[in-house]
């Protein structure tokens, strides 16, 4: 089933619909950005388990899509659109080509940082529960893995994690965090990493900065600076999330040549295709569509937040597009129940599945439609 706006109205009846729609309870869109028709459902289920993109590519970004669906897509295998897409990235930042690695995605590259610095035995460090690609890739490597718990309030406990980094090949960091959403500070960071370059310089840690781009200004800042004064230290990007393209899988690293260049090193990063790239030159460059894609998901996510804590439940405060709510009961009843209205939210994350539920953060008119089923299943 596709339910648009208009079928939205049709289904809640025009009271309701009229009350949310009017901006009373979300905001209604700005004018500029409404799109005429809006599709809530994706191939009949509502997708809020990925922490995916509702909204898409911005309007230049499709735009360069659609210029380049040409008969020149019958070459491409001398991939001058990676080197471009890399010289593109790195002019973007004011590096150099060889402080950039291109993947299919940013899972290669996360992958490629446990092989290339765990692969003589040295451990891996990794929050628990946070991004699970690092700890996965460990286990099939028979790699030592240390858990760090989250600390009372969910954040990362970034003390025990640089007392756990003695000795280890990769520290995993993700800030912010996913499941949580919770993001820690530049202060926060820099006394992190130079601890561990103090006590351990031989390990290297991954800033893993997938949802940068979700974050309020002040709360924290790119640990860029810090990739490109150490040697072991280094960050990766994805443009998954608010360059809405993880159907187009590209993510990027960035960091000193022989730190990122150890990781391409270690595994595949995958063949980009020409329109992925073209699409993720002009993504990273449109500056006024991230913020637009920001506004947005502050917005929503807001809404849903309150909703929850409306409802009694606790949510952690989010800084991306997800947000993990204490539902008290198993996050596997949660989701069969959201299921039976065509709504998918987040998987287990242990060791909290049996409390919380990660939920992503689809477009305004899914989270209307959402939180209304939301309170029917835990009224
Ligand atoms: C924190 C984090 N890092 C990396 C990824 C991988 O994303 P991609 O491979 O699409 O760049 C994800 C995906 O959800 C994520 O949440």
Not at 112 to 140: E, I, K, M, N
Not at 324 to 345: D, M, T, Y
């Amino acid at each position: 089933m596709k339910l648009t706006r208009r079928g939205f109205v049709g289904t809640i009846g025009l009271g309701t619909a009229a009350g949310i729609l009017s901006g009373t309870v979300l905001p209604v869109r700005s004018a500029k950005a409404a799109p005429a028709e809006v599709e809530i459902f994706d191939g009949g289920i509502m997708q809020l388990n990925q922490n995916e993109s509702a909204r898409g590519p911005g309007p230049k970004t499709m735009q360069a899509i659609h210029s380049h669906v040409t008969k020149r897509l019958g070459r491409g295998y001398a991939p001058d659109h990676v080197r471009e897409l890399t010289s593109t990235i790195a002019g973007f930042y004011d590096l150099e080509n060889d402080n950039v690695i291109v993947g299919t995605g940013s899972t290669p590259i996360l992958e490629g940082a446990v092989r290339a610095f765990c692969a003589d035995g040295r451990h891996l460090v990794s929050a628990v529960p946070t991004y699970s690609t690092c700890a996965q890739t460990a286990r099939r490597m028979g790699v030592e893995m240390k858990g760090i718990d989250l600390d009372s309030e969910l954040n990362i406990d970034l003390d025990a994690m640089a007392d756990a980094a003695k000795g280890a090949g990769l520290v995993y960091f993700c800030n912010p965090n996913n499941p949580t959403g919770t993001v820690h500070s530049p202060a926060a960071v820099e006394s992190f990493v130079r601890s561990i370059m103090r006590e351990s310089p031989d390990t290297t840690i991954l800033i893993d900065e997938a949802y940068i781009d979700y974050v309020a200004d002040s709360a924290m800042k790119t640990a860029l600076p810090l990739a490109m004064e150490f040697e072991n230290v280094f960050i990766s990007r994805s443009f998954s999330k608010a360059h809405g393209m993880a159907g187009l899988r590209v993510g990027y690293a960035l960091g000193q040549a022989q730190t990122v260049g150890a990781v391409r090193t270690a595994w595949n990063m995958g063949d980009i295709n020409m329109l992925a790239a073209i699409a993720a030159i002009v993504a990273l460059q449109d500056k006024e569509h991230l913020i637009w894609e920001r506004q947005e998901n502050t917005e929503v996510r807001a809404f849903t937040t309150a909703a929850f804590r409306d409802l009694g439940f606790d949510v952690v405060e989010s800084h991306t597009n997800h947000i993990f709510v204490n539902l008290r009961r198993p996050a596997s009843e949660f989701r069969a129940a959201c299921l039976e209205h065509k709504i998918l939210v987040g998987r287990d994350f242990p060791p909290m599945e049996n409390t919380h539920c990660r939920i992503s953060m689809g477009s305004r008119e899914e989270m209307i439609t959402a939180v209304e089923v939301f309170r029917r299943v835990l009224g």
